[in-house]
Structures are given as C-alpha cells and as structure tokens.
C-alpha cells in the first residue's frame, strides 16, 4: 500500500490541508484573501447582502406555542340525601331545606317551617 491510500473507518472524509478551523472562519479568511482582487469584491459583496438577507428572514419567523385545551371538570350529580327536601306543592319548605333537629326544618334563608314535623321523612312532612 502507498501512504496516500490510507484506509479510514467508515463515515470520516480526508482531510485537505487547506481546511483549518470552523466553517465561519474559513469563510472569513477567503474573503479577506480575495478582498484585494477587483472582480471578487463584487461577487463577495453579493454574498454578504444574500447572508444579511438570510439571518433577516431567520429572525423574523417565530413559533407559535401552541394553546392547550382545558380538560372541562364534571359536575358530579349531588345525590338526594334525607335531610335535603324537595318543594312539594301544600308545603311552605324552599326548595333546599336542611333539617336540622327532629323538631325543626329550616329553610335556607334560615327560617323554621311552619308545617310541625311529626313523621320522620321529610318527604313525608311536605305532603302534610
């Protein structure tokens, strides 16, 4: 084998001994060594203003975040518990009425009902 040929691990490209440093500088040292010939400097002005354009339009495009739906909560169904009374016609309760004692339903306004309690249920005594 000669020492040109030099057997590489795959992926690698040779290296040329002009290629030194990160692409931008590279590109900065060409243009500083064709900044005296005159038929270079305007093809490198064309260059500067299409990269001016470029990082123009680069600036300007901004992502849109993206608004998240808000997950609606369910009501959860409010069952019907004993000393929670339903207005039923002959009966003077609101619709909601707390019985506290055995004695007294109050209303939610606070009021005691006029009907007496005597049953247990409070169905029961609406319908009185």
């Given at each position: 084998m000669s020492?040109?040929?030099v057997v590489r691990p795959h992926g690698q490209q040779p290296r040329s001994p002009g290629r030194v440093g990160p692409?931008?500088?590279?590109?900065r040292r060409?243009?500083?060594?064709?900044?005296?010939?005159p038929n270079l400097q305007e093809t490198n002005e064309r260059k500067r203003e299409c990269e001016r354009r470029k990082k123009k339009k680069k600036k300007k495009k901004k992502k849109k975040k993206k608004k998240k739906k808000k997950k609606k909560?369910?009501?959860k169904k409010k069952k019907a518990r004993?000393?929670?009374?339903r207005n039923v016609p002959g009966c003077s309760c609101a619709l909601r009425a707390k019985r506290k004692t055995d004695s007294k339903i109050v209303t939610p306004s606070g009021t005691p009902c006029a009907v007496p309690v005597l049953p247990a249920s409070p169905i029961e005594h609406c319908l009185l």
């Open positions: 020492a040109t040929s692409p931008s500088y590279r590109r060409r243009l500083l060594d064709s900044s005296n010939d909560k369910k009501k004993w000393w929670l009374l």
